[in-house]
């Protein structure tokens, strides 16, 4: 048991040196990958997956950022291969306007409804004579 | 009267929302349609001292079959490629992916090979350059070595006969 545990420590140092390899860089490339979705498992970023792909691609980011290239270099290569579908906040192009756009136009569109609908609402009509004593009888 | 423009509205949402559920989020858009495919060379599965390019196959019509023997819904596409190869239609050239010799030879006796070269990308890089993100994905490239077509999951023999023969029938006729 204790030796079980010694090794786990050695593993959790081993691991822990190795991500203090360069901390910038691991920095830069989380970063990045916390950008890009995994297309495996459509929800999530390729920083949060754990799926062999989501591995791949952390290496390629890490590749190439060692090689110098940018951050927008490593964002073009992803969508050169994935589509914009790959960005986990879509770009606001021509086909994506309704997207960006849609949920403020909706709401524009229920304020307006909603201010036009109060303003309409006439004020309650006088009541005659006859109508005052049934309420003030039904009061009582 | 209003009653009716609500009534409209909440049926107008009920069919939006109906197609959405009905689109597939797996079937993301290839943007390397109509691009060219992009270049590589691998050593080939069963001849590692032999490679494989896509400029080989400049000049065809050809299909690009992505497969891996871990991956159980090859082996579910698996007659279907293999019928696709047996017509004689296109060549039919696989891509290994994230494989090992060992388990992708095997793989091959037992359920047939149907390709006319297998390229062996263990790394699954050339994979990425392709856009590869579930296997199985099967590309079509034209005579001047553009994608024409990309299919991601397993080949159904619907897919094959209402889209992968006709494109390639027409691809084969034009140019």
Known sequence: MARLFLVSLLFVLAFQARGQEDPALERRVMALAHELRCLVCQNQTIADSNAALAQDLRNQIREQLKAGKSERDVIDFMVARYGDFVLYRPPFKATTVALWTGPFVLLALGVWLLVRRVRKKAPAPELTEAERRRAAQLLE | ?175
């Open chain 2, 1 to 175: 009267m209003r009653f009716w423009l609500v009534i409209a509205g909440f049926l107008a949402l009920v069919a939006l929302l109906a197609v959405g559920l009905r689109l597939d989020p797996r079937e993301v858009p290839s943007p390397l349609i109509g691009k060219p495919a992009p270049a590589f060379e691998l050593p080939l599965l069963e001849q590692p001292d032999k490679t494989f390019s896509e400029k080989d196959m400049l000049g065809k019509v050809w299909v690009m079959n992505v497969w891996a023997s871990w991956c159980p819904p090859c082996l579910v596409e698996h007659p279907v490629v293999s019928e696709l190869a047996r017509s004689g239609i296109a060549p039919v050239v696989g891509l290994n992916y994230k494989d090992a010799r060992e388990d992708a030879l095997p793989w091959l006796k037992r359920n047939g090979d149907p390709f006319k070269v297998i390229a062996f990308d263990a790394a699954g890089r050339i994979a990425i350059d392709y856009g590869v993100y579930g296997v199985p994905e099967t590309y079509v490239i034209d005579r001047k070595g553009i994608i024409r077509y990309k299919r991601v999951g397993p080949l159904t023999p619907e897919i094959t006969q209402k889209k992968l023969r006709p494109l390639i029938e027409e691809l084969a006729k034009g140019g």
